[in-house]
């Protein structure tokens, strides 16, 4: 029964008090602060791309990697939020097939069996924990049952073949993301899950910097040295020394390889450090793994604001995560395929679906404190 004094102009509302006034005042508040976060994203992107200019001309870098990742990572971004407007179903499952493909295909993507693959087998890895991660969002958006079924096969498939294409990084990461996609069922508060992911982020992160500078038991460090190879760990160990060295700027973006002793005396080397943060942090500075994190946090942030339900969010949050634990100890952000499929992501799982989305599994579509 309708409230006595309702009248027409209020049917707008949303059944629980409110007038139609207050729900475009909430609605127009909840465009502004998008707007906000947008805005906040590009000067971030920007000063990413400045950054690397300035580092470069300093200590005579090549910015031009930098520069590649930081266009492919926004227009990926952009793209993703046109294409999970028009079509939130039939983009992610077909992002999610692109990217299978792109890993199939991919140069010397028969990985050897190491927990964290060196090369080209990184990129693998990332690929594969995209695709898994977009397929799942898209099973969270269709409507029919044996739509999100079908989907949810389709992640799966795309563990089976991480399995069959020997990256053992890429089987986890696609089956954390396929159980994390499950659980984010019953996750009724979003900021709880994104906030154990950046946690999780932390550790690796963390862990690998403890790895680097030996304060782990010996025990431990040789045990977790034998799974990433000794030659990766002299990589970070060079990477550090050069951050030791030049703390506010670094040596210059794309010059690791020049002042590397463990690259100068490798033969099949391919002048990465394999490890996001620590290439940062020799070639930009502090500055630069600063920003870095920024922009992951900001990606976050973005997510918990997002329109799209819970269970997308998080889907596409653990995938970010996942990515973002492999580029930890690989040099997958030196791609641009994995670099463009994290912004479609991140843009797929933030865009607000023209004819609009319902959750279906009834979880709320935003957390009860997002105002």
Not at 278 to 293: D, M, S, Y
Request: glycine letters at 14%; aromatic letters at 4%; proline letters at 5%.
């Amino acid at each position: 029964m309708r409230p006595s004094g309702r009248g027409p102009a209020q049917s707008g509302g949303d059944g629980l008090g409110f007038t139609g006034t207050e729900s475009a005042a909430g609605a127009s508040a909840a465009r502004d602060r998008r707007n906000v976060s947008d805005v906040a994203g590009v000067l971030m992107v920007g000063a990413c791309a400045a950054w690397s200019l300035i580092t470069a001309a300093a200590g005579d870098g090549r910015p031009e990697g930098v520069l590649l990742a930081v266009l492919a990572v926004s227009a990926g971004y952009a793209a993703g939020r046109i294409c999970g407007a028009l079509l939130p179903v039939v983009a992610p499952g077909a992002g999610a097939f692109a990217g299978l493909g792109l890993a199939i295909t991919a140069p010397h993507s028969m990985g050897s069996p190491f927990v964290s693959p060196l090369g080209h087998t990184g990129a693998t890895a990332a690929l594969l924990a995209l695709s898994a991660g977009a397929a799942c969002c898209a099973a969270w958006a269709a409507r029919a049952p044996g739509m999100r079924l079908a989907l949810r096969l389709v992640a799966g498939g795309v563990a089976v073949n991480a399995a069959v294409l020997g990256s053992a990084t890429g089987v986890a990461a696609c089956v954390g993301v396929l159980l994390c996609s499950l659980a984010a069922a019953r996750m009724r508060l979003r900021g709880l899950g994104l906030a154990g992911l950046a946690l999780a982020t932390a550790l690796v992160t963390g862990m690998t910097w403890a790895i680097a500078e030996d304060v782990l038991p010996s025990g431990l460090t040789d045990s977790l040295e034998g799974r990433l190879t000794p030659h990766r760990v002299l990589l970070w160990h060079d990477a550090l020394g050069m951050a030791h060295d030049e703390p506010l700027l670094g040596a210059g973006p794309g010059r690791f390889e020049d002042l590397s002793t463990t690259v100068a005396q490798s033969l099949s080397s391919d002048g990465k450090p394999h490890s996001a943060p620590f290439q940062l942090a020799a070639e930009q500075g502090l500055i630069g793994v600063a920003l870095l994190a920024a922009v992951f946090c900001w990606v976050l942030y973005v997510l918990w604001r997002s329109p799209r339900p819970t269970p997308v969010v998080l889907t596409a949050g653990a995938a970010l995560a996942a990515l973002a634990a492999i580029a930890a100890v690989s040099n997958a952000l030196s791609f641009t395929t994995v670099t463009a499929g994290a912004g479609l992501l991140a843009g797929m799982a933030t865009a607000r679906p023209l004819l609009g989305e319902e959750d279906g599994v009834g979880v709320p579509a935003r957390d009860t404190t997002d105002g």
